[in-house]
């Protein structure tokens, strides 16, 4: 138990949801974030849930633009992707993936100035509630941590 007078905080995502088959409703609930979505995702990702995000996507009436995640968030893949989300327009990026990819989709939205949302396809990862991104050199070598003022 706390002390008398020592304050306790908890940061939350605004909204949370998870259940088996979620993936096909992603388009509604990215389509009350934005309505010109980047989505970054691997090629082994896409592979697994590609046909999923495009028919989820459709059926909200959301078009989205797809970027191949590099592999490693990285200051360079941040910047890389940050400046594919402006050229296109975009108002939200959602990552799908595992805790590298959904970091990188934080700290684009962050520095864009956008919302951000992440799709984890793996249960070990807290990037989905964590205010934080995890950044890494280009040869994947911890670099350090950037915070946000919400996961």
Known sequence: MAEAGTAQ??????????GRGV?????QHVGELGRQPLLIADENVWKLAGDQLSSSF???GVEFKREVFGGICSHREIDRITDVARAA???????VGGGTTLDTAKA????????????PTVASTDAPTSALSVV????GVFEEYIFFPQP
């Open 9 to 18: 905080s908890l940061i939350a995502p605004r909204r949370y949801i998870q």
């Open 23 to 27: 993936l096909a409703s992603i388009g």
């Open 58 to 60: 459709q059926e909200a």
């Open 89 to 95: 327009g975009a108002d939200v990026v959602v990552g």
């Open 108 to 119: 684009v939205g962050h520095q864009a100035g956008i919302a951000w949302a992440t799709a």
């Open 136 to 139: 890494y050199t280009d040869d």
